[in-house]
C-alpha cells in the first residue's frame, strides 16, 4: 500500500426482506395455527397461567406480529373487557442479571403491558367473567362507535377486527388458559363469526334507510323528509344526489306502492277518505323493532311494475314484518303499574308491525335485525317508518363496561391550583387577589356621580 493512499470503504450490503423480518408472518392468516404445545411448554405453562390472563395476553402479544392497526383494535377489546394497557409503575427495567434469577411467571409478568388494574376496577370477587357477552357488545355496540364502517369494504373492514380477537380466543383455546370457562370463549368465537354476517348487513341498511316508498309517505303526511326536497342544481359541485322527494314523484311512488301491495279491504278504505274527509296520520310513535319475517316481492308484483309506465325506474315493494322489542340503551318510561303490564304483554304479544320496503333494502336486512323508528301509522291502516334512528345486530346489548373506559381514580387532594380560596371561608364573599376587577385606589370607581355602572 503506497503512502497516502486512501483506502475505499467497502459499501454495507442492504439486509434482504427476509432477514428484516418484513415476509414473516404475522399470525393473523386465515390458516394460521399456534405449533403444538411440547410437554415441557405444557408443565410450564400450568405454572405460568396460575396468574391468569396477565400472562396469556402478554405471551399472546409477543408471538403475533402487530402493527399499529391490529394493536389499535386489540387495545379496545382489552380495555373494553376491563384490561388496562400501559406500562406498569415502579417496575422498571429487566437487565439479563435480573431475568436470570427470576421464573418464567416472573418475567412475563414485569414485562406485561396489559393488567387487571384492581384499584381502578374494584376487587377481583366482583367480576363477572363472560367472554360472549363481552365480545358480542364489543362489536354490537362499541366498534360502530369509535371506526368508521361505512365504507364500501365494510366487510373487509369489519372481518380484519374480528379475525384479531378470534386469533386471540383461538390461542386461549390452544393453550388451555382457563378450562373452566371453556364453553364461552367457544361461544365467544361463534360470535366473531356472527358478527362477519351480521355488522356490515346492519351498517348497509342503516344507510339505505327508510326507502323511496317510506320517504314518498313521509313527505306526503308531513313527515321529517316534507319540505326538504333539494335537487342538485348541477353548479354545486359539493352536493351529491338528492334530500327527500319532489311531490309529484312522492304521490306517484305512492299510489303504485299502494295498488301493487294493500290489501282490497285497506285499498277500498284509502279510497272512501281519499274521496271524503282525506287521509290523515292517527298515530306517531317511537319504537324498537326487531325483525320476525322478510317477504320479497312475488313474481306478479314484479311484473306488475314492469307493464305499468308509471312505475317506470320505481323498485318493487316486499313486505317486512318486526314485533316490539326494548333498545337496552332507552330511557326508562314513567309509568303506571297497569300501563307496565300492558308493555310487558306488548313486548311479548304476537301483534305485529308490517312495513313496504324495496326489494334491495329486504336484501341487507335479515331476521333477528333490530332498528329505532319513529313509526306514523295512516287512517286507513298502513304503516310507515318516518325516520329510522339506529339499526343493529341481532346480539345487539350494552354492558356497563363502557362507564369505565376514560375512567381516572380521584385524587386523594386536590393539587395546589385546584384549591379553593378557604381563607375567609367565614365570611359572606370570598375575595380572590387574581380576580380582575377594579383597584380599590381607583378614585374613579368611588364617585357615585361616575357613569361606570357599579352593579
Not at 365467544?188 to 317510506?214: S, V, Y
Request: glycine content about 6%; hydrophobic content about 35%; aromatic content about 10%.
Amino acid at each position: 500500500m503506497n503512502v497516502g493512499e486512501v483506502k475505499k470503504k467497502s459499501k454495507s450490503k442492504k439486509k434482504s426482506k427476509s432477514k428484516r423480518g418484513l415476509n414473516a408472518p404475522t399470525g393473523f392468516e386465515e390458516f394460521y395455527v399456534d405449533p403444538p404445545v411440547t410437554p415441557a411448554e405444557y408443565e410450564e405453562e400450568l405454572e405460568i397461567y396460575d396468574e391468569r390472563i396477565e400472562v396469556a395476553i402478554q405471551r399472546f402479544f409477543m408471538r403475533r406480529n402487530m402493527d399499529s392497526t391490529r394493536k389499535d383494535v386489540f387495545d379496545k377489546y382489552m380495555a373494553f373487557g376491563g384490561i388496562s394497557s400501559g406500562p406498569k409503575q415502579f417496575s422498571g427495567g429487566l437487565s439479563k442479571a435480573d431475568m436470570s434469577d427470576m421464573s418464567a411467571t416472573d418475567i412475563a409478568l414485569m414485562k406485561a403491558i396489559h393488567f387487571v388494574d384492581l384499584d381502578r376496577y374494584g376487587n377481583e370477587e366482583d367480576y363477572v367473567v363472560d367472554f360472549e357477552a363481552c365480545v358480542k357488545s364489543f362489536f354490537s355496540a362499541r366498534a360502530p362507535m369509535v371506526y368508521d364502517l361505512t365504507g364500501v369494504d365494510c366487510a373487509k373492514e369489519v372481518h380484519a377486527k374480528t379475525n384479531i380477537i378470534r386469533n386471540f380466543l383461538n390461542y386461549l383455546l390452544h393453550h388451555d388458559v382457563c378450562p373452566e370457562h371453556k364453553d364461552q370463549v367457544v361461544a365467544a368465537r361463534n360470535a366473531c363469526d356472527l358478527t362477519d354476517k351480521e355488522l356490515p348487513m346492519t351498517m348497509k341498511a342503516a344507510a339505505w334507510f327508510p326507502g323511496d316508498f317510506q320517504t314518498a309517505c313521509s313527505v306526503i303526511f308531513g313527515g321529517s323528509c316534507q319540505d326538504v326536497y333539494a335537487r342538485n342544481p348541477g353548479w354545486d359541485t359539493e352536493f351529491v344526489g338528492e334530500a327527500g322527494m319532489e311531490i309529484a314523484a312522492a304521490q306517484n311512488t305512492f299510489k303504485i306502492g299502494l295498488a301493487a301491495q294493500s290489501s282490497d279491504e285497506m285499498s277500498k278504505i284509502y279510497m272512501e277518505q281519499n274521496s271524503g274527509p282525506g287521509v290523515s296520520v292517527v298515530k306517531v310513535y317511537d319504537v324498537g323493532l326487531e325483525v320476525t319475517e322478510l317477504i320479497p316481492a312475488p313474481d306478479e308484483i314484479r311484473h306488475f311494475y314492469e307493464r305499468h309506465a308509471s312505475a317506470k325506474g320505481l323498485k318493487s315493494l316486499g313486505r317486512l314484518k318486526a314485533r316490539k322489542w326494548q333498545p337496552p340503551h332507552a330511557m326508562p318510561q314513567d309509568l303506571t303499574e297497569e300501563e307496565k303490564e300492558d308493555e310487558a304483554k306488548s313486548l311479548h304479544g304476537t301483534d305485529f308491525y308490517e312495513f313496504l320496503i324495496e326489494d334491495d333494502i329486504l336484501q341487507t336486512c335479515f331476521v333477528g335485525m333490530k332498528f329505532e323508528a319513529t313509526v306514523r301509522e295512516l287512517s286507513f291502516g298502513l304503516k310507515f317508518f318516518d325516520a329510522v334512528a339506529g339499526v343493529y345486530c341481532s346480539f345487539y346489548q350494552i354492558l356497563p363496561n363502557d362507564l369505565i373506559i376514560g375512567w381516572k381514580k380521584p385524587e386523594a387532594e386536590p393539587l395546589p391550583m385546584r384549591k379553593r380560596n378557604t381563607e375567609s371561608a367565614d365570611s359572606p364573599e370570598v375575595y380572590d387577589e387574581n380576580m380582575v376587577g377594579p383597584d380599590e385606589d381607583d378614585e374613579a370607581w368611588k364617585d357615585p356621580s361616575n357613569e361606570i355602572e357599579q352593579n
